[in-house]
T-cell receptor, first 110, second 113 residues
Framework: GQSLEQPSEVTAVEGAIVQINCTYQ??????LSWYQQHDGGAPTFLSY????GLEETGRFSSFLSRSDSYGYLLLQELQMKDSASYFC???????????FGTGTRLLVSP | NAGVTQTPKFRVLKTGQSMTLLCAQD?????MYWYRQDPGMGLRLIHY???????AKGEVPDGYNVSRLKKQNFLLGLESAAPSQTSVYFC????????????FGPGTRLLVL
């Protein structure tokens, strides 16, 4: 089986930098994905790390450390529109399908 | 391209009633998925399909059935709805070799009384 842990809520102000952590326990592992979901909306794909290290896409970056079973999503230059829930997800070699964490709600204030 | 669409957007059922949720995608994706999302919880996989005519169970399949008669459509059925099935249901699709990148529909909000 697998389990993922994320903080339930994170708050920050506009223009700041915030890091959302995700720790996972799984046997056999392809990589770590991140999804964003605004209230009432559908999840949308943000990033995928198959290898250790940092992947950067604009204001968002994602990091993976396989040896530590740990990853994070880094959001820079926060904007109000970044207020949303963020989910990490893993796919392991056993179940073969994505398993999502319970999500981190990010609140960005002016 | 419409991407992934779901019908209906919202539905109220009485306990014991049946219904079918329809998902359609126009991206020619091989894989399709049905998830449910409950407050404070992530997305949980109900059933999935790796191609036309095939279906498989996910994490929480009990009380649901699915069919994939055409590549672009994936149907989720509730034969006898229960209050525990009150949830938001999301359909998603992906290329078979890129399951980490899934495209989600807008969701169906189901209330079972």
């Amino acid at each position: 089986g697998q389990s993922l842990e994320q903080p339930s809520e994170v708050t920050a102000v506009e223009g700041a930098i915030v890091q959302i952590n995700c720790t996972y326990q799984t046997s056999g592992f392809y990589g770590l994905s991140w999804y964003q979901q605004h209230d009432g909306g559908a999840p949308t794909f943000l990033s995928y790390n198959a290898l250790d290290g940092l992947e950067e896409t604009g204001r968002f970056s994602s990091f993976l450390s396989r040896s530590d079973s740990y990853g994070y999503l880094l959001l820079q230059e926060l904007q109000m529109k970044d207020s949303a829930s963020y989910f990490c997800a893993v796919r392991n070699t056993g179940f073969q399908k994505l398993v999502f964490g319970t999500g981190t709600r990010l609140l960005v204030s002016p | 391209n419409a991407g992934v669409t779901q019908t209906p957007k919202f539905r109220v059922l009485k306990t014991g009633q049946s219904m079918t949720l329809l998902c359609a995608q126009d991206m020619n994706h091989e894989y399709m998925y049905w998830y449910r999302q409950d407050p404070g919880m992530g997305l949980r996989l109900i059933h999935y399909s790796v191609g036309e005519g095939t279906t498989a169970k996910g994490e929480v399949p009990d009380g649901y059935n699915v069919s994939r008669l055409k590549k672009q459509n994936f149907l989720l059925g509730l034969e006898s709805a229960a209050p525990s099935q009150t949830s938001v249901y999301f359909c998603a699709s992906s290329y078979g070799t890129a399951q980490e990148t899934q495209y989600f529909g807008p969701g169906t909000r189901l209330l079972v009384l």
